[in-house]
């Protein structure tokens, strides 16, 4: 962070945080090692970037981040404060001591199988009580889910619809929000009818590189990982990787192109890499809904588009955030 926004946000903020050190830089925020004055512990502050801010707006993020803050279950990592200073928009959550997926990715390599079902089923457990309260995270990807220990959460809920809903003006300015890695097709096609099945799809995406160590569609460039998906299925993982024959098939199916071909909730998923039958709950049609508008949910239409989307991007693919 720049030392003149760091001393405006302290000045802003000391009595209510203390900003010890920086800790990140992603595409979207930077991230402040704080200390809560009130709760006496460590959180971590996260500050969007000053043009980010400027074209979200204070009104549209504090709404979203106040509905993420709602969200109270055991693998997602709440958020705890928020607020303007000046031009900054920022927000707070538990500082987690341990590592994210990606970066265990990184050091450790694929994960034993059992180990990725774990984690991929704590995480679609998220899914499903955020989409249940119509929460669609929207960037789901290895660095969003964090580990500490044998805890596993799923982080930066709000933040990313808040910044989809003005995603036509980043556009302009050659910015895309999204992973091109992990990005359903309709939501790398810009359809805004993105309802819980892109979570899944990203989730899907997250566990074939757990169990992998390398994702299920991956291009020399972000427009070629674009186009990948509509060029067949991923490599297969068994033999390649151990799993039961039940788990290789729940994650194609969560790789679907088309999110009718997906399953309908992350539970259903989690119930698939389980081996148990789907689970008779509440109706399939509430939890496929759009929640964030009403429209009717991407279909097939959408891989047009992201092609056409993909062939014209060679200038805005370096633009495309991978952090928070």
């Not at 707070?92 to 990725?116: D, H």
């Not at 033999?239 to 039940?246: F, L, Q, S, T």
């Not at 049609?285 to 993909?310: F, N, Q, S, Y």
Request: charged share 20%; hydrophobic share 45%.
């Amino acid at each position: 962070m720049k030392p003149e926004l760091r001393e405006q946000l302290q000045a802003a903020l000391a009595d209510r945080y203390t900003l010890d050190r920086d800790v990140g830089r992603g595409g979207m925020a930077s991230v402040v090692l704080a200390t809560d004055l009130a709760r006496g512990r460590q959180v971590a502050l996260k500050v969007l970037h000053p043009e980010l801010a400027s074209t979200v707006g204070a009104d549209r993020f504090k709404r979203e981040i106040r509905v993420a803050a709602k969200l109270q279950h055991p693998n997602i990592l709440s958020v705890l404060d928020s607020g303007e200073v000046g031009s900054q928009l920022w927000f707070t959550m538990p500082y987690v001591e341990g590592e994210n997926v990606y970066q265990r990715l990184q050091r450790a390599g694929q994960f034993a199988p059992g180990e990725a079902l774990r984690i991929a089923t704590a995480a679609a457990g998220a899914l499903a009580y955020a989409h249940e309260h119509g929460v669609v995270h929207r960037d789901i990807k290895p660095d969003n889910i964090l580990l500490s220990g044998d805890e596993v959460l799923v982080a930066d809920f709000g933040v990313a619809r808040a910044v989809s809903e003005v995603q036509e003006k980043l556009t302009a300015t050659g910015m895309i929000v999204g992973t091109p890695t992990y990005m359903s097709p309709e939501q790398a096609s810009g359809d805004k009818a993105i309802d819980g099945r892109s979570d899944i799809f990203a989730l899907g995406c997250v566990l074939y590189e757990m169990l992998a160590a390398e994702p299920p569609f991956k291009g020399p460039n972000p427009q070629a990982t674009l186009m990948r998906r509509f060029m067949g299925p991923p490599r297969p993982l068994r033999p390649m990787v151990e799993i039961p024959e039940h788990v290789e098939v729940a994650i194609v199916r969560a790789l679907a192109k088309d999110p009718a071909d997906r399953f309908a909730t992350a539970t259903e998923f989690a119930d698939a890499l389980a081996g148990r039958a789907p689970r008779a709950a509440a109706p399939r049609a509430a939890a496929a809904a759009a929640p964030e508008g009403g429209a009717a949910p991407a279909g097939r239409k959408g891989c047009a588009a992201v092609l056409l989307l993909a062939a014209g991007a060679a200038g805005l693919a370096a633009h495309l955030l991978r952090t928070l």
